[in-house]
């Protein structure tokens, strides 16, 4: 079977993939991960990977640092530095303006319909929705050592140290799509079969405007139940959302 690259464009949601049409097939072209995504094309690049959003992340908190205000400048002074200095680019040619782009492999669900020669696919993995605004892009764990701890009864445990390393995508209040994307693609049984573990998604959004990284920390108390003492830093690119596309080889 010849190999080719799909993409489909999700939304709005009354679009052709919801509607069950079929895909067409892309001829492939050069994309670099520092310009921003053309919602005007009709190609894409093997081995596509989208924006390095921590990257992205890294340099607005070092443009944040460098628009502090000095106390030899007047306020004037400093909101037209503010204003020119936002207006530059982050990384290559992706402004705080820009549309960009992230790969997800493991947001969607599938489902063939033999009888009906069709691969149903929800992007429902991507954000859970109104209650849950955040795409996790990375995790990871770091172990602090252990000590022994007790309390005013006697009682004594091993309490294990970590912290947490958490990067995510932080989505804007109702920029969430409140219903889960859903594409109805006709294709034989040999194209599902070989499709279906492939399938990626690209999600695609806008900085916010105000506040596009930010980062907190928490940490929580040791318990008997839970003998850990954890900190958790997150770290955030605030976005919006403005479309999902649907991306796999076959």
Known sequence: MREKLLLIA??????????GESPRPLPAKTTSIEAPFDLK???????????????IFRRLLLQNKQLQKSEFETTAQFETRASAARE???????????????VCGTCTTST??????????????AFGGYDDDTLIISKKYTHRGSY?????FGGRIQVARFEQYAFQLRALPYSIFPLKPRFVLPMSTQEARAIKPRIKTIILYILDPEDPASASEDSHEVTFDYPFEGIHHTYSLNVKVVDIWLLFKC
């Open 88 to 102: 530059k680019p982050i990384i290559g040619k992706v402004t705080r303006q820009s549309v960009l782009s992230y």
């Open 112 to 125: 063939f319909d033999a009888d009906q020669k069709s691969l149903v696919v929800f992007v429902d993995k």
């Open 10 to 19: 999700v939304l709005t949601l009354a679009s052709q993939a919801v509607m």
């Open 41 to 55: 094309q009709s190609q894409i690049a093997p081995g596509f990977h989208g924006n390095d959003a921590p990257a």
């Open 148 to 152: 022994m701890a007790s309390n005013a």
